[in-house]
């Protein structure tokens, strides 16, 4: 299973990106795609993830009402909605994807997740 992250860059603040990921390689519909990012010196945060079958969605506080996680199922690709960035949104974003039966997506706190497979990360940097 690959997972292709378009490379990211700089924004501005209060910009709106729409960073991608596909996923390829799967015998199998993966049952879930999300996003966590870690800043330097910070632990790993969860940003949000997506439940491929139900479409539900699950976001990390920090991005609750400001980011959105969507997914193109023809282009087995996940799309993040950055709105109203902030300087403190700065960091290596990473596309995840599958959860086994009974997995976290992400254990506040604790940096903890259980997403099998990963993508490369991309850095976005947010300036004033």
């Known amino acids: 299973v690959h997972l292709a992250v378009p490379g990211g860059g700089s924004a501005q603040a209060g910009g709106s990106p729409r960073p991608s990921c596909a996923a390829s390689?799967?015998?199998?519909?993966?049952?879930?795609m999300g996003w966590l990012r870690q800043a330097p010196g910070k632990e790993r945060e969860g940003v949000a993830v997506i439940f491929t079958e139900t479409v539900s969605t699950e976001y990390g506080d920090a991005v609750k009402g400001r980011f959105t996680i969507t997914q193109d199922n023809a282009k087995n690709t996940v799309y993040l909605q950055m709105n109203s960035l902030r300087s403190e949104d700065t960091a290596m974003y990473y596309c995840?994807?599958?959860?086994?039966?009974?997995?976290?997506?992400?254990?506040?706190?604790?940096?903890?997740?259980?997403?099998?497979?990963w993508g490369q990360g991309t850095q976005v940097t947010v300036s004033s």
């Open positions: 995840a994807a599958d959860l086994p039966d009974d997995g976290s997506w992400y254990v506040p706190g604790t940096g903890g997740t259980d997403f099998i497979y």
């Open positions: 390689g799967y015998s199998y519909s993966s049952n879930s």
